[in-house]
């Protein structure tokens, strides 16, 4: 199964299904998949090695195709559905258009057009939804569900968290307490969110935050950058920077709560590397990776680091349906405090108009001229 989209039509799919399956989902066998297929993804980049390698999994296998996108002219998406398509066709014939269903505008858009000439199966982008709100129609059920995840818990996850954040009680509602810390932040100063969790399986689900907030809020110069991190691994890397940096920092924790395994640390006669005291203590692999929340939040705070821990308590389409929808009415009430409209992203269109401009797209021509002649003005320093 190959999922093409991007943005808002990818991060949360591959963000819940990485959450809640195995770690290397796709080297299990069908059976270990509890009959789910091998989920790749493409769509989300222009990298031709990626979209090779990818398709270098796919070699002698049968493939289904879920292309979304609500315009169908999404340059990237587009792009991969063309080739995806082609070799379908070359290896089915008609046959391909019951291998490929499209999740689009449910009248109108090119992707429609297109599928309606096919007579492809289809699912519908909302009108009333940005794609990065998605998650929990159309354009992210239906590949959750062919990964073989509970999406009635999904959405029962998604539905309490509505009622419990429906209240005014700033105290009893954690949509109101993550966006108020977060203003409150940013009122003083803060301009850079680090995003860290100590669950591998949430990364991806920091990663969703990512293009959630700061899609939200980047307007008018205003807005709290986010950075998604792995503890332990990266505070190898940047922690240096966020204990000792530039205090123009708040971080979050994505915490999970309960684990699927438990893995023992085993005791060593010769305790070389000085850590038998862990098993002497009962103590596991688990307990350690929580003290990777705890010490950072500790040790960073007393740096001058604010912080916050979001706990996840278990690994399931509840939980992160709950998650899911904190984190949405959060990013509306921040980007209202703001002061714009959160459910908008105007800015995101002026890349798109610069590559059609670069790529020689028909009407681009004028801004094409301009953008070469003002390039051109630029001193440059070329290494080679």
């Known amino acids: 199964y190959v999922s093409l989209g ?6 949360g799919i591959e963000a819940t299904i990485k959450a809640l399956t195995h770690t290397h989902f796709n080297a299990l066998s069908r059976e270990e998949r509890g009959g789910a297929p091998e989920i790749y993804f493409l769509g989300q980049n222009m990298d031709p090695d990626f979209f090779r390698d990818t398709l270098d999994c796919l070699r002698g296998k049968r493939v289904g195709v879920n292309v979304i996108s609500k315009s169908g002219t999404t340059t990237e998406t587009a792009i991969a559905f ?9 290896s089915h014939g008609e046959a391909a258009r019951e291998l490929i269903f499209a999740t689009t505008d449910e009248r109108k858009g090119a992707l429609r057009t297109l599928a309606d000439q096919m007579g492809l199966q289809t699912f519908v982008v909302p009108d009333n939804i940005g794609g990065r709100f998605s998650v929990l129609s159309d354009v992210g059920l239906v590949g959750i569900a062919v990964a073989g995840i509970d999406i009635k818990e999904f959405v029962a996850g998604f539905a309490a968290m509505k009622r419990r ?3 005014d009680d700033l105290w009893d509602n954690p949509a109101m307490l993550h966006a108020a810390a977060r203003t409150l932040a940013y009122r003083r100063g803060k301009k850079v969110e680090v995003v860290a ?8 689900v920091a990663r969703y935050m990512e293009q959630l907030f700061p899609e939200s809020e980047g307007h008018g110069g205003k ?10 691994e990266k505070l190898h890397a940047n922690g240096q920077m966020v204990q000792q940096g530039e205090r123009n920092i708040l971080e979050t924790f994505l915490s999970l709560g309960a684990y699927d395994s438990a893995v023992e640390i085993p005791a060593d006669p010769k305790d070389l590397d000085g850590l038998n005291y862990l098993p002497e203590a009962d103590r ?11 010490g950072p939040a500790y040790a960073h705070f ?7 821990t979001v706990t996840v308590p278990a690994r399931n389409a509840y939980c992160l349906g709950q998650l899911y929808y904190m984190m949405e009415r959060s990013v509306a009430i921040s980007g209202t405090l703001l002061g714009h409209n959160p459910f908008i992203q105007p800015g995101a269109v002026a890349y798109k108009k610069a590559i059609f401009a670069l790529a020689g797209k028909p009407g681009h021509e004028a801004s094409a001229a301009e953008m070469k002649t003002e390039m051109a003005s630029r001193g440059q320093v070329v290494v080679e």
């Open 6 to 11: 991007i943005g808002g039509s990818y991060l």
């Open 82 to 90: 063309r080739i995806l398509r082609r070799l379908l066709e070359q």
């Open 165 to 167: 954040t429906d209240g």
């Open 197 to 204: 969790t100590n669950s591998v399986a949430l990364s991806n």
């Open 223 to 232: 807005g709290l950058w986010v950075s998604p991190s792995v503890y332990s």
């Open 284 to 294: 596991d692999m688990a307990f350690i990776n929580g003290l990777v929340v705890d």
């Open 302 to 308: 007393q740096g001058g680091v604010p912080n916050m």
